[in-house]
């Protein structure tokens, strides 16, 4: 029988092979790209490197608050709930997939000894967080339509999210308001679970906190997305925020199927040929997208090292977790959990 990681290799080797021919195929002059770093702007480098790390706290501020509608007292601190945030944009940087929604949650729950259910609660309050991923990224898009000219290519695949996310809200609102802390005694082990991760859920059935919530998401977007104009800006490109709004699209749409790191490679090709249609040379386009990702990577990269020696964790056990079944992704990280927890209160 194959293992997990063997069965991933042969689904993704063929959609490897094809992103390389087209890289090898539709690849940049390198000599141009070359030239285009050579003239970058580092002023805006910074601000967008500030930006970046500006949403990410607004983004963590987000599932804080799910998180504090989804727990009883006593509730984890900021400072640790930013602490596995951050943990979990360092694995999502580094690992392909999502690996790095349940190591947030693993990081959090081994902070948490003694809470019983709290992982199947904290991964509900990880989904009630994306959904809200919803209201900014539908006001992107029906911006973008208006202002900028999204390539085909991508319409379908938006289109596609964009329903499948108002599908996943509504059954999280349904879900939401079934769910209850006292209806938990006297169920079998499977529906007990069940009932924890809906509890995750609680805040979308708490108008104000959700709407806290999605502000908070608000936010986040906002950050970014000027954060990739002032990316846009160092690299001389000078165009209207709508543009910047594009890419940050694209982007989104080049990463939803996680294949690789960074899908390093197709992010680029799919900003660069859409931005020839703006005067901006293939070359310097392709040249923006390597920058952009990685100014993007390097806040994930650095913020998470950071707080991934603060809680003593590992590359090493963050791969693991990614090997793991997902309901027991927590084990991965429980190594004396007590003693863990006691070492910091936040």
Partial sequence: MLRKGRWRA?????????????????GPDWHLVHDAFTVVRWRWVI???????????ARAFAWDTTIKQSLEPPRPAFPLVFSAFSVGLFANAVLPGRVGELARVAVLRRRLPGRRGSTATLIGSVFAHRMFDLFPAAALVIWVLLTAKIPGWALTSIALVLALGAALFIVAMVLARRAHRDALEGLGPVRQ????????????????????????QFAG??????????????????????????????INVATI??????????VQIAIAFPLVNYGVPYARGFAFGIGLQAIEASVGVGIGLIFLAREGLSYAMLKAIDDAPAESAENVLAEEPERVGSRSSG
């Avoid at 601000?47 to 706290?57: C, F, Q, R, T």
């Avoid at 805040?203 to 502000?215: I, K, L, W, Y």
């Fill in 221 to 250: 977007w906002f950050c970014q997305l000027l954060a990739v104009w002032s990316a846009m800006e160092a690299f001389h490109i000078h165009a209207h925020l709508s543009t910047a709004g594009l890419v940050l699209v694209l």
């Fill in 193 to 216: 679970l069940i009932a924890r991760a809906r509890l995750g859920l609680a805040v979308m059935r708490a108008p104000v906190p959700a709407a806290t919530a999605a502000s908070f």
């Fill in 47 to 57: 601000a967008a490197i500030g930006l970046n790390l500006l949403s990410v706290l």
């Fill in 257 to 266: 199927f996680p294949l690789w790191p960074g899908n390093f490679g197709l």
């Fill in 10 to 26: 042969l689904l993704v080797i063929p959609v490897i092979a094809a992103a390389v021919a087209l890289f090898v195929f539709h």
